[in-house]
């Protein structure tokens, strides 16, 4: 049972962090590159600012984790939280708002929960990305890490997984070699039984026949 324990704590904390790398890597790709790497037709995003903090279910925090799903523009609805392309200050940048209405240029009006204004271009079919479909919370010291040190984390993490790897694997590998041994060593123990008690049987046969070849001898006298 302890054995159990202990192996499934261990899977949980190898999972774990190659969670934290794949969303740290995934989502600050989205942000260096601005452009999505989905997988399975989800992405991660880091939150980078403060535009969609806000007290709706989908409001977002800095350093939030958001899930991207993949979508068709016409799935777009009013309310929803897409992510697009827009250039910012003369920079393309990846930007996670709420669609508020139609844009009177054609396409979707966006703005961020926490910000006065609404945004100056509208979401495209050519700009667009993804909808938001979840967010992941209690990853925030981390994804806070990945945004701002992202080649220091992903060192430390890629070391710390590659230990407690190696270290998993040895231990398994000692784990099997000792069950294996003892396995072994009963079947020896075994076999040992099986041959005393044929020698001891084979005993008895030799004191039985030695008595009955006395009393044949006797009776023949």
Excluded: C, W
């Amino acid at each position: 049972m302890k054995k159990i324990i202990a192996y499934t704590f261990t899977t949980i904390a190898i999972l774990i962090f190659i969670f934290s790398i794949a969303i740290m890597f995934i989502g600050s790709r989205a942000m260096r590159n601005n452009e999505p790497l989905y997988i399975f037709g989800y992405t991660f995003s880091i939150i980078p600012s403060d535009s969609m903090i806000g007290d709706q279910e989908d409001s977002l925090d800095r350093y939030d984790v958001a899930i991207i799903r993949a979508a068709n523009y016409d799935e777009i609805e009013i309310g929803d939280v897409v992510v697009f392309q827009s250039e910012v200050s003369g920079v393309e940048l990846l930007i996670i708002h709420r669609v508020i209405g139609l844009h009177e240029d054609g396409g979707f009006e966006t703005q961020g929960d926490n910000n006065d204004f609404i945004d100056p271009n509208p979401v495209t079919e050519e700009n667009f990305q993804g909808i938001y479909y979840s967010k992941i919370t209690f990853l925030k010291p981390i994804a806070s890490i990945a945004a701002n040190s992202r080649n220091l984390i992903f060192g430390l993490l890629s070391v710390v997984l590659i230990v407690l790897l190696v270290t998993e694997g040895m231990h398994i590998i000692k784990t099997i070699s000792r069950e294996k041994k003892a396995e072994l060593e009963e079947k020896h123990q075994q076999e040992l039984a099986s041959f005393k008690e044929k020698e001891r049987q084979k005993i008895k046969d030799q004191i039985y026949e030695e008595e009955k070849a006395k009393n044949k001898t006797k009776n023949e006298s």
